[in-house]
């Protein structure tokens, strides 16, 4: 049987009124969780999940698909309205995001994330009905050596999300990294910078450190200078994208759409890097690269083009291996075997009419992303509108509030506070935020996929150039390094010239 | 909300049938803790059996999940809660019997907590990658001696089930130092775990039975064997009985319910009877089932006796290998 006659079959499986329905339940909820700062996309998957013991198999799934897509889209609503990033994965989209809402250009960069993760959402899954088998046995080549270099290239990102000064990112960096090293030891299992306190023996809650790092400061700021904007007024979030504008960031989203890809094939890795890589891959090729975290359009647009490339791409381990790339395809494998469905390179075999059907499914769903996006961003663009004096305790209530869901910890409260003062003061003295937050999701990767690497070759560092991804990576390392380099010279020599 | 109109529901009928039942615990919604995060083993039997749970219990119960610290974080909440039956945890063998047993520093202990039923046995699977030359436990165990450290194994992280299983099964196997013999690499999650067998960051894995199934039935694993004394459906491999090390059956990982130690003797048994009913639910059985566990309802009394049988075995292990976490 061909490669079309699966697919005609699989679009035998989902043309019908339920597949529809529940792709577009999916999408609807989970575009509002995603919207709802500490709802995240994993627990909405994970609350969605005993709804599905009682559909069919491609339903069900379907269903949480649909639920998963939309999640990693409506984080981005959030982030770029009131810089507070709904999920993990659209906190690169508050850095330009955001920006835009000031300037009164709210619906033109909702429009523009929306556009930019449904184009990247078809090319994952595009990649994954092609190129499944590929990418699965590439993925596989990944163990903690190449993942070190991996790490070690996205670190380089920070010189791209600095700012004015490199100085300032690394210091703010360098903090983020002190950070992620509280909680439990790797490979010995003891505390480290607990203080005997069981509630700093995980670590601090990501979600807690994000949103006290980008929402709080800016809640803080109002309160510090409660007439600071009173000249300004924030404009309608009226204005809507034009088809010029995104074919100017259609490169830039076919870039991220193809980072996501790789890198949501890779188990472990996860939207949130992908999101980063994409947006300083994108700042670094424009032309007006100065603009970027001032408001550019084609930040936001690289930044979703990102983390939804990786939407797709992650059932490309759950397909062809049986692997979860992150927790959601986790959850999503629990709901394929309770229907008796087990996932790996057999079920192309047993079961091909389901996959075939999921990926038909999947296609139809970022038309329906598409649809449900664009009536959402309709309804939540006004929030934009909202005052201030109403907006922001409004938001802090929010934050209160998710930042709690996340874990059911009074704790984690204290934590976004503490956070958000230091992000305060980081403020006040200039210091960036985005690279404190890169820091703190690479920084243990970093340290973990060393640590293993080690293990593994029993101390020797021969491991870590053991292969030709090994040796990409690093190659690529220095090449950015020595051009970041060269252009702070370069920089430096202007300024004494003027 | 679907479970909340059944508790309802429930709540309505029993009220109507039973009259005149006042002030009997529960009287209002009891919190359960799940220490682990959404998608995971515990997550996946406690979300099921809060199913059948729901219909059985007369107030709602309300599953939260508490994360972090290898299932610490939700135990000390427990540990800490009131002790009135209103918040109870879904426990678990690596939060509750090898964590205890490994780590010094750990904020609480078994006595702190009073065990009301354990539900699911899991049996434990050591498995290869499917290409490799080891083909059975003898292979394993002549590959560690006969060159030190060229073995690995991968677990879920330090403290895990899966961590202390790989160096039970090799001690029990007659390798006299399991950690200076063969590498112990942990990584995050159980999910991790698997793959770095499957990408040869690691030799092998032991780990429970349904972890690994669908990486043996679609051939990308070799089972080398089961802990079970009974044969596990889809694994080829013989169990820990037929190899001659009976010791190795008491090492299976496990689900139960505890509350806070000093809670009331009329609040264990109110859990003893929830549990008796829910898990004889057919719905329940089967989901449980098709993933691989074994049901397997306790009473109070010898759930407690089968998790300090188990610690104290492996706090044996533990001691004797110098694995205990001091700092």
């Not at chain 1, 929030?383 to 009074?410: E, K, M, S, T, Y």
Request: proline share 5%.
């Amino acid at each position: 049987m061909s490669f079309f006659d699966n697919l005609l079959l699989g679009w035998e499986l989902v043309s019908n009124i339920e597949s529809f329905l529940a792709l577009a339940v999916g999408v609807v909820v989970g575009v509002i969780a995603g919207a709802i700062p500490g709802m995240s996309a994993t627990m909405a998957v994970a609350l969605t999940l005993p709804f599905t013991f009682a559909l069919s198999p491609i339903t069900g799934i379907l269903l949480l698909l649909g639920v998963y897509k939309g999640g990693i889209f409506g984080g981005s609503i959030p982030a770029i309205l009131i810089k507070t990033p709904g999920t993990p994965a659209s906190s690169a989209t508050i850095l330009d995001g955001y920006p835009l809402a000031e300037k009164g250009q709210a619906g033109k960069a909702l429009g523009m994330a929306l556009y930019a993760s449904c184009t990247a959402d078809l090319i994952s899954n595009l990649a994954l009905i092609l190129f499944a088998g590929w990418l699965a046995s590439f993925a596989l080549n990944f163990g903690p050596p190449e993942f070190f270099t991996l790490i070690l290239f996205s670190l380089t990102i920070i010189a791209g999300v600095s700012g004015q000064s490199l100085l300032r990112g690394a210091l703010s960096a360098l903090m983020g990294l002190l950070l992620a090293t509280i909680g439990l030891d790797l490979v010995y299992g003891t505390n480290r910078f607990n203080f005997n306190d069981p509630n700093l023996m995980g670590g601090l809650n990501f979600i807690a450190v994000l949103i006290g790092l980008f929402a709080i400061p800016e809640i803080l700021t109002k309160v510090w200078d409660p007439r600071g904007n009173d000249g300004s007024t924030r404009q309608l979030g009226g204005n809507w994208v034009s088809f010029a504008e995104y074919r100017a960031c259609f490169k830039s989203i076919v870039r991220g759409s193809v980072i996501g890809v790789f890198l949501g094939s890779i188990p472990g890795i996860g939207a949130a890097p992908s999101a980063f890589l994409s947006y300083s891959e994108a700042r670094r090729k424009s032309p007006n690269r100065e603009n970027f975290g001032k408001g550019e359009l084609e930040g936001v647009a690289a930044a979703e083009a990102g983390n939804n490339g990786v939407a797709g791409a992650t059932l490309i381990p759950l397909l062809a291996l049986g692997v979860p790339g992150d927790v959601i395809t986790a959850i999503i494998i629990g709901a394929f075997m309770i229907h008796g469905l087990q996932p790996g390179p057999l079920m192309f075999v047993t079961n091909a009419d389901i996959i075939y059907g999921l990926f038909m499914g999947l296609i139809i769903s970022s038309v329906i992303l598409l649809l449900v996006g664009s009536v959402a961003i309709r309804a939540f663009r006004f929030v934009a509108d909202i005052p201030r004096g109403v907006l922001f305790p409004a938001v802090l209530v929010l934050c209160v509030f998710g930042v709690f869901a996340v874990n059911n910890n009074i704790f984690d409260i204290g934590v976004m506070f503490a956070m958000g003062g230091l992000g305060f003061l980081m403020l006040r003295f200039d210091l960036p935020a985005a690279p404190f937050l890169i820091a703190f999701i690479l920084g243990p990767l970093l340290e973990d996929n060393f640590r293993q690497s080690m293990l593994m070759s029993g101390g020797s560092p021969d491991v870590l150039v053991r292969g030709p991804i090994t040796w990409v990576f690093w190659t690529m390392t220095v090449i950015t390094v020595v051009a970041v380099v060269r252009a702070g010279f370069r920089n430096s020599k202007q300024a004494t010239q003027n | 909300m679907k479970k909340m109109m059944v508790g309802a529901l429930s709540a309505l009928a029993l009220g109507l049938t039973a009259g005149v039942a006042v002030a009997e615990y529960p009287e209002r919604a009891v919190t359960m803790v799940i220490p682990y995060g959404p998608g995971g083993a515990t997550d996946i039997s406690a979300r099921t059996l809060a199913d059948p749970l729901g219909k059985v219990a007369s107030k709602p119960l309300v599953m939260i999940n508490k994360t972090g610290a290898g299932g610490a974080t939700g135990s000390v909440a427990v540990q800490n809660a009131k002790k009135d039956g209103y918040t109870m945890l879904f426990a678990r063998v690596g939060s509750h019997s090898v964590n205890p047993a490994m780590k010094a520093t750990l904020p609480y202990t078994l006595d702190d907590f009073r065990f009301v039923g354990v539900y699911e046995i899991n049996p434990v699977a050591c498995a290869v990658e499917a290409g490799s030359d080891i083909k059975s436990m003898d292979d394993l165990i002549a590959k560690v001696k006969g060159s030190p450290g060229s073995v690995s194994y991968s677990s879920s992280g330090v403290g895990s089930l899966l961590h202390l299983a790989g160096a039970m099964v090799l001690r029990e196997f007659g390798v006299e130092k399991p950690l200076e013999q063969a590498t112990h690499i942990p990584l995050k999650g159980g999910g991790a775990a698997a793959t770095a067998v499957l990408n040869g960051t690691a030799t092998f894995i032991c780990t429970n039975s349904s972890a690994l199934a669908s990486f043996v039935s679609n051939g990308q694993l070799r089972p080398l064997m089961v802990t079970t004394a009974e044969p596990v459906t889809g694994f080829d491999a013989p169990t820990s009985v037929d190899l001659g090390k009976p010791a190795l059956q008491q090492l299976v990982g496990w689900t139960g319910i505890a509350g806070p130690a000093g809670m009331s003797d009329e609040v264990a048994e109110v859990w003893g009877k929830y549990l008796t009913e829910a898990t004889a639910d057919a719905g329940f059985l089967e989901k449980m089932q098709a993933r691989g566990s074994v049901i397997r309802l306790m009473d109070p009394k010898e759930s407690q006796d089968f998790i300090n049988g188990q610690y104290k075995i492996f706090r044996a292990l533990v001691d004797e290998l110098g694995m205990r976490i001091e700092g």
